[in-house]
């Protein structure tokens, strides 16, 4: 789930659109985490299963709230009239704070 949050994450702050990371990761990423089983049973397995979710979700939301082309910085920057770079610090902070959580 590790690296799949970090991949996320980058999918998300290259493309700007959390949404688009997650539709373009779930089918690839899912199937893995299946495949990738040990054995060791379902309970296993659906833990894994929805670390992997998670790992999306979290990673997607980050790179779309840093993300200088996401349609939400952009509008967030343009209706508090604060420049972007200055929005995307203030936000990384958080956002890397919160990441940093997850993947642990």
Avoid: K
């Avoid at 659109?17 to 659906?46: C, K, N, Y």
């Amino acid at each position: 789930p590790t690296i799949v949050t970090l991949l996320a994450a980058l999918v998300s702050v290259a493309s700007g659109s959390s949404w688009g990371a997650m539709v373009l990761l779930f089918p690839t990423v899912l199937p893995l985490a299946l495949i990738g089983d040990t054995g060791e049973g379902r309970q296993h397995a659906s833990q894994v299963l929805v670390g992997t979710i998670g790992a999306v979700i979290s990673g997607s939301m980050f790179g779309d709230h840093v993300s200088p082309i996401s349609d939400t910085t952009v509008l967030t920057s343009i209706c508090t009239n604060c420049p972007i770079v200055d929005l995307i610090q203030c936000q990384a902070a958080y956002c890397g704070l919160v990441l940093g959580v997850s993947i642990l």
